[in-house]
């Protein structure tokens, strides 16, 4: 027994020191770190064959593990997909490479919606990749009257049956937007305000949820879920009852985008990526493939007319116009916001 | 000597594994980064803040009453199972078995049997036109996860205990004249102690720091200390108020430790 323990620990040992050696190649090889299920199918066998340029492709779940990920060293990412407030994250670090749009000839594509935006106020580190808001997700069997605002969650017609979720930005818009607040306020009273609307909530709500809200509106075991605009329309395909909505009071804009970080081997491969994925073709069979919703108008106009005039996947502009990008608020304001959050946790 | 050389792979992974993170909560645990990072103990002050403090007594209070349960469902359970034949199959198949799948997916099973409107559960007593139960959500949601998960590492070490109790030292204390009930209190009972006493501490160390059970049985309504401190590594970034609520909780689990040794000081059990 012994013996075979000690090898196994040998072998693994060797694994381990294996790993840090590099491999040698003549082809370039292109590092691209994304989230799980989020390129087209064919998408990157496509570019390796245009390009001649390898990619090893890789993906993680969330940004936090993303980040952890990037900071530990293990592997020198060349392109990053991660959400706006990541990327701020990382460009206050200093840890992004400044994009050369010489060579991103496509960045002309992308609406001017979605440029300027207050992640990459100068569009000079990130060029964005899909978009969404932050909504309400109802069932339309057990919710009958039109929703169109958040003051919906507060209903106590629909006791036990609204999920929040589990994340504290997140579960704070609602409150903070029926204030006409900022959702990124730094002012510390104006929490403390929705906090209390949050607490006289709690009575009603079903739970705050991750992940697992998907699977809960799928089986109808409730009415409302506030929810990502992706993920709805990923859930929405599974149970017909299901409608998406941004309330009218405005709510969360997301974007994922893509940018280089420092330790990129290959930044002239990795711009030429970019690029190519910003390319009105590529990105429609993108966006046909994951289902979100794109920033470049030219592959929206190639969409299915239906999902091209889904206020879901395609909010008005009146709406959007509503709609804040969450900014980083800093060390010292998020633990306040962890506080309050768990302040609203601890009964 | 040889015997020293086939000691240096457990050496090193102590220290890789054990002794350096320990290290790592130790000094995060007692430093701040405001700017530089210095020595405070800013951070231990406010693990005790109210909002910390109750979380920490909460997964006490749920850990408690989960080993409460577990012991009383595990002991009996070994007692029967040490006087059948062929019972360590049994025991495998009924309580190794379960473990042999994954923890997270047990729980999410548990979340799809229980779920109010349309789980496993409620469906079939619908069907049976028998009145549903809301448990989800609820503090009794968490406590039941905890003691499904963790109710074999507790069945285990008595089960062990109990098959090893030599079967003459029963047999004397029938032919002293002992009842059945004389010989379970005076005799099996004491020689079990080890047993139940590991049972205890590799049952409520687990209960205590859990976080995936109250995120999916307790809709995330209720925080226990497991929660607390992911939410500092993972949405905070505050790894030094993180390390520290880990600091706390470990003194604790030391403190409870301390005292289950004092009941069992030759520590026959096993368990740490």
């Known amino acids: 027994m012994k013996k075979i323990l000690l090898l196994v620990l040998s072998i693994a040992l060797v694994f381990l020191v294996g790993c840090n050696k590099d491999s040698k190649e003549e082809t370039v090889t292109l590092n691209v770190f994304n989230w799980g299920d989020y390129i ?13 340029i390898k990619v090893n492709y890789e993906m993680f779940d969330s940004n936090e ?28 670090e200093d840890m992004l490479l400044e994009l050369d749009m010489n060579n991103i000839d496509n960045f002309k594509y992308v609406d001017d919606t979605f440029k300027g935006l207050a992640y990459d106020p100068d569009n000079k580190y990130s060029v964005a990749y899909m978009w969404g808001t932050l909504g309400i997700l109802y069932n339309t069997e057990m919710v009958t009257e039109p929703v169109d605002s958040w003051n919906i969650l507060w209903d106590e017609k629909y006791a036990d049956s609204i999920i929040m979720k589990d994340s504290v930005r997140d579960s704070f818009v609602p409150a903070l937007k029926l204030m006409g607040e900022s959702i990124n306020t730094m002012d510390e009273g104006k929490w403390e305000e929705a906090l209390k609307m949050l607490q006289a909530q709690k009575a009603i709500v079903q739970g705050y949820a991750a992940d697992e809200v998907r699977d809960k509106m799928i089986g109808e075991e409730a009415a409302l879920s506030i929810m990502y605009s992706g ?43 970019i690029n190519f994925m910003t390319r009105p073709d590529i990105a429609f069979e993108n966006a046909d493939y994951i289902g979100y919703s794109t920033p470049i108008t030219e592959a929206k106009k190639m969409l299915d007319p239906e999902i091209q005039n889904d206020p879901a996947a395609y909010p008005s502009a009146d709406i959007l116009e509503q709609c804040e990008v969450f900014i980083d608020l800093g060390q010292k304001m998020t633990d306040f916001t962890l506080e309050k959050w768990n302040e609203l946790k601890a009964y | 000597m040889l015997r020293k050389w086939l000691a240096t792979p457990y050496i090193l992974w102590a220290i890789i594994f054990t002794i350096i ?11 701040i980064d405001d700017g530089g990072i210095r020595f405070s103990l800013e951070n231990i002050m406010k693990a005790f803040d109210p909002i910390y403090f109750k979380a920490l007594l909460r997964s006490i209070y749920y850990a408690l009453i989960s080993t409460i349960i577990c012991l009383i469902i595990a002991y009996p359970l070994a007692l029967i199972l040490t006087e059948k034949r062929n ?29 109010t ?17 809301q448990i989800i959500g609820t503090p009794n949601a968490i406590i039941l996860g905890m003691v499904y998960n963790f109710l074999p590492f507790m069945i285990l070490p008595i089960y062990n205990v109990l098959s090893k109790i030599d079967p003459y030292v029963l047999e004397a204390a029938f032919d002293l004249g002992a009842s059945k009930l004389t010989r379970f209190v005076k005799v099996i009972l004491p020689l079990s102690i080890p047993g139940v006493i590991s049972g205890i501490t590799m049952v409520f160390m687990p209960a205590i720091t859990t976080f995936v059970i109250p995120k999916l049985l307790g809709s995330g309504k209720i925080n226990l200390i497991g929660n607390l401190i992911e939410q500092q590594f993972v949405q ?4 030094y108020f993180g390390a520290s609520l880990s600091l706390v909780l470990m003194v604790i689990i030391l403190i409870s430790m301390g005292i289950l040794n004092r009941v069992d000081p030759s520590r026959e059990g096993g368990a740490l």
């Open chain 1, 40 to 52: 087209g199918e064919e998408t990157i066998a496509k570019f390796e064959e245009e390009t001649g």
């Open chain 2, 87 to 115: 019972a360590k199959v049994t025991v495998i198949f009924i309580f190794v078995l379960p473990m042999w799948m994954n923890f997270l997916l047990r729980t999410y099973a548990w979340l799809t049997i229980l779920e």
């Open chain 1, 231 to 273: 993920e709805a329309l990923l859930t929405m395909e599974e149970n017909e009852n299901l409608a998406y909505v941004v309330p009218k009071e405005g709510s969360n804009m997301w974007f994922d985008a893509m940018c280089i970080p420092k330790t990129a081997k290959n930044k002239a491969a990795a711009e030429q990526f």
């Open chain 2, 21 to 31: 993170p320990l290290a790592m909560i130790l000094i995060y645990g007692v430093t």
């Open chain 2, 236 to 239: 905070s970034y505050n790894w």
């Open chain 2, 117 to 133: 409107n349309n789980g496993f559960l409620n469906t079939v007593l619908r069907f049976l036109h028998l009145p549903t139960i």
């Open chain 1, 65 to 92: 593990a993303m980040y952890t990920k990037l900071k530990s060293g293990a592997v020198d990412y060349d392109v990053l997909i991660p959400s706006d407030y990541m990327i701020e994250k990382l460009i206050s």
